[in-house]
């Protein structure tokens, strides 16, 4: 398999707190990209971060890229309880899109 | 606009059954994939297709057949279901392939008894 893996597999944090998740890949990529999934429902897309790029930032979240190390790491700051969800990170290596195991990630209020 | 939409969401089965997992997105998408979740776990790419009358193996192919006539529609086919196939399936679309994020459809909750 080159499921990528993720790390902590489950963080609770209390709300206002941030949030960082890691995750680590095997293969070249040409870009990585950050999914959330609540309970019970489909992926939703996050945040693509391309193979030249190092940082990037959508709101409350910061992604970085480190090819060199095969890593990128996922921070939310200033969670909510209603950033309470399971994360996965996604290579997109060829035609195939290969995800991490996932993080769980609980914001208490 | 219903972005991408699988049915049925539930469904149980016995072993040895037949069934189709369909999957319709309204975006005019060439992309589209199907995936497993197993409990605890990420998901595993079963087939894709990056159009119309193309098709092609992922990461656990064996067991599953698919098929692209139509832009909108890509169904997934268990042959002969076995137990090992309990699992939640997702569809997703995008518009091409590189660098395009993916569009995921609710799930369909398959159990095999």
């Known amino acids: 398999s080159q499921q990528g893996e993720e790390d902590p597999q489950a963080l609770s944090i209390q709300e206002g707190e941030n949030a960082t998740m890691n995750c680590s890949y095997k293969?070249?990529?040409?870009?990585l990209q950050w999914y959330r999934q609540n309970s019970g429902r489909g992926l939703v897309h996050l945040i693509l971060?391309?193979?030249?790029?190092r940082e990037k930032h959508s709101g409350r979240l910061r992604v970085t890229l480190d090819t060199s190390k095969k890593s990128s790491s996922l921070l939310i700051t200033a969670s909510r309880a209603a950033d309470t969800a399971s994360y996965f990170c996604a290579n997109n290596a060829g035609n195939m899109l290969t995800f991490g195991g996932g993080t769980r990630l609980m914001v208490k209020p | 606009n219903a972005g991408v939409t699988q049915t049925p969401k539930f469904q149980v089965l016995k072993t040895g059954q037949s069934m189709t997992l369909q999957c319709a997105q309204d975006m005019n998408h060439e992309y589209m994939s199907w995936y497993r979740q197993d409990p605890g776990m990420g998901l595993r790419l079963i087939h894709y297709s990056v159009g119309a009358g193309i098709t092609d193996q992922g990461e656990v192919p064996n067991g599953y057949n698919v098929s692209r006539s139509t832009t909108e529609d890509f169904p997934l086919r268990l042959l002969s279901a076995a137990p090992s196939q309990t699992s939640v399936y997702f569809c997703a679309s995008s518009y091409s392939w590189e660098g395009q994020p993916q569009h995921f459809g609710d799930g369909t909750r398959l159990s095999i008894l």
């Open positions: 293969t070249s990529i040409n870009n």
């Open positions: 971060i391309r193979s030249n790029e």
